[in-house]
Nanobody, 119 residues
Framework: VQLQASGGGLVQAGDSLRLSCAAS????????LAWFRQAPGKEREFVAR????????SYLDSVKGRFAISRDNAKNTVYLQMNSLKLEDTAVYYC?????????????WGQGTLVTVSS
């Protein structure tokens, strides 16, 4: 599976942004999908996850209520809607796919898209 993330950019605090991650090579319906991020000087961290059917999601505590992950299996795409962005959301965001996603271990990774939140 090849993953291509897009949608990053420079926004102001409080703004919204939607990231997309288009998959190719295989249908994503068999995969658990997730978003991770890595801020400058920090380790990569889990942000959000969605099950194969899209019925169950989970989030990093600091983004709960602000971010929403969704998937469109027909379009082979996963999204991350980010609202009320904060300075601390600045990071490179990566999409990932795995058959199980257990222990936050993902087999396939996108190249990352940079989100910069300014004051």
């Amino acid at each position: 599976v090849q993953l291509q993330a897009s949608g990053g950019g420079l926004v102001q605090a409080g703004d919204s942004l939607r990231l997309s991650c288009a998959a190719s090579g295989r249908t994503i319906s068999a995969y658990v999908l997730a978003w991770f991020r890595q801020a400058p000087g920090k380790e990569r961290e889990f942000v959000a996850r969605v099950t194969r059917s899209g019925s169950t999601t989970s989030y990093l505590d600091s983004v709960k209520g602000r971010f929403a992950i969704s998937r469109d299996n027909a379009k082979n795409t996963v999204y991350l809607q980010m609202n009320s962005l904060k300075l601390e959301d600045t990071a490179v965001y990566y999409c990932a796919a795995d058959l199980t996603g257990m222990n936050s271990r993902y087999t396939y990774w996108g190249q990352g898209t940079l989100v910069t939140v300014s004051s």
